[in-house]
């Protein structure tokens, strides 16, 4: 079989029988060497070759791929701080009512990724921001890397200082640098559930930009730390303490690899309804929706919104022990390898599901078809947000969307007073 000259690379056995088996029955393989797959499934590497202008491939109407060209403004970490930056202040110039301000000068719906800086280039302002409270904890990472690599914590300036000697960079006030680090404040109050820390792996499909329409898939899970969280400063190099990336947990003494320190979302869910109360998850799980929404938009005018892409990415939330969800990162290849049973049905599912929506009924793939499959293709998807269906409603309900948003000074300004409700994502 050949997929675009053999450049895909597979991550293991496990992810390349699973796609394998769900193109077979598509009868998208075809076994006679002379003849190519209709359909890519390609990693991020290969899609940068295939539409970088040297290799001067052209994609036909019956192929489909993976990935949008320029993902990564959405997928590398400080491309995605600095696109919802922008995308707040354009909000702001419009005078829109998604970019009011409290009191504190804070956005009261649009406050959902930690306060972060670009290093070396934005180092100054970090500085001034950390004197500001120099008890706080910040998180570095390194922008183009996954799976919890190079990541550490810091509370002091120091430590800064020495990571800079360590890794030989120049000087802060270069641009220059061997490798460009975000750094984040630290959510250090997370929720915490059998006191230890957790994030939400949820994927999130993007058939189109323009208009945007997007699915949420409904059986995403909670990663768990092994070992019980504590904000002690002593333990900030623990990383089973303080990272829930499965790559790194499965490394540590307490790591169980029946369930793999997973959790489903609806099981997260029952026991927030029954410690906290249904109208208050509800709440919470309704602005995460309103979190990703925002980030898609927030990328769209500048994503290359070529035909033949589609996308399904794996979006980190955290909450915190206030409820309020933080988005963390996006992930433009989440894992689909397996590392326990449920996990393979998941992701199994999760591609079967993505399929069937890319291309519906197994069909050759169309790139030109207006990308609005059938709901009973949509499988354990729901649509999160169709902007052709809001924009012919005449009006923009997203605020109305958030039922139960907590208000601050001025938070029920600009708001409908019935009360809202989910459909109006769609």
């Avoid at 326990?340 to 078809?369: F, H, M, Q, S």
Wanted: aromatic share 12%; net charge positive; proline share 4%.
């Amino acid at each position: 079989w050949r997929i675009m000259a053999g450049k895909v690379k597979w991550v293991t056995d496990i992810e390349k029988s699973v796609l394998i088996n769900n193109f077979e029955k598509r009868g998208w393989i075809q076994v006679a060497e002379n003849e190519d797959w209709n359909f890519y499934w390609m990693s991020v590497q290969t899609i940068r070759n295939v539409f970088s202008v040297e290799t001067g491939y052209r994609l036909s109407d019956d192929q489909i791929v993976n990935h949008f060209p320029n993902h990564y403004e959405l997928t590398r970490k400080d491309l995605m701080v600095k696109n919802i930056k922008r995308y707040r202040k354009e909000l702001e110039k419009e005078g829109s009512p998604l970019a009011e301000k409290d009191e504190n000068g804070k956005y009261i719906y649009l406050d959902f990724v930690p306060v972060t800086f670009m290093l070396p280039a934005d180092y100054n302002l970090f500085v001034e921001e950390f004197r500001k409270n120099p008890s706080s904890t910040w998180i570095m990472k390194p922008c183009g890397k996954a799976q919890g690599k190079g990541i550490f914590l810091i509370n002091k300036l120091s430590q800064i200082k020495k990571w800079s000697r360590d890794s030989k960079t120049s000087s802060f006030v270069s641009q220059s640098s061997k490798e460009a680090y975000v750094i984040s404040l630290y959510i250090n109050n997370p929720l915490l559930i059998g006191g230890k820390k957790f994030d939400l792996r949820l994927y999130v499909l993007v058939s189109t930009y323009r208009p945007l329409r997007c699915y949420m898939y409904k059986l995403g899970f909670c990663r768990f730390c092994t070992v019980k969280y504590t904000p002690s400063t002593s333990e900030l190099d623990n990383m089973f303490v303080h990272l829930t990336n499965v790559a790194i947990q499965k490394h540590g003494d307490d790591y169980n690899h029946i369930h793999g320190g997973k959790w489903t979302v609806s099981n997260l869910r029952l026991y927030l309804e029954s410690t906290r109360g249904k109208e208050v998850t509800n709440k919470l799980f309704d602005e995460i929706h309103w979190i990703i929404v925002q980030s898609l938009k927030a990328v769209a005018p500048v994503m290359n919104n070529d035909k033949h892409c589609f996308e399904c990415y794996g979006y980190d939330i955290i909450i915190d022990d206030k409820l309020k969800p933080w988005l963390i990162e996006v992930n433009a290849s989440p894992s689909l390898t397996s590392s326990t049973a449920n996990d393979r049905i998941l992701k199994y599912n999760l591609i079967n599901d993505t399929l069937n929506i890319a291309v519906p009924n197994g069909e050759i793939p169309d790139c030109k078809w207006n990308k609005s499959p059938p709901k009973e293709v949509l499988g354990n998807y729901e649509v999160l947000y169709d902007e052709e269906m809001a924009q012919s409603d005449g009006h923009d309900r997203e605020l109305r969307s958030r039922s139960g948003q907590s208000t601050g000074v001025k938070g029920n300004r600009g708001r409908d007073s019935g009360k809202p409700v989910l459909t109006t994502w769609k």
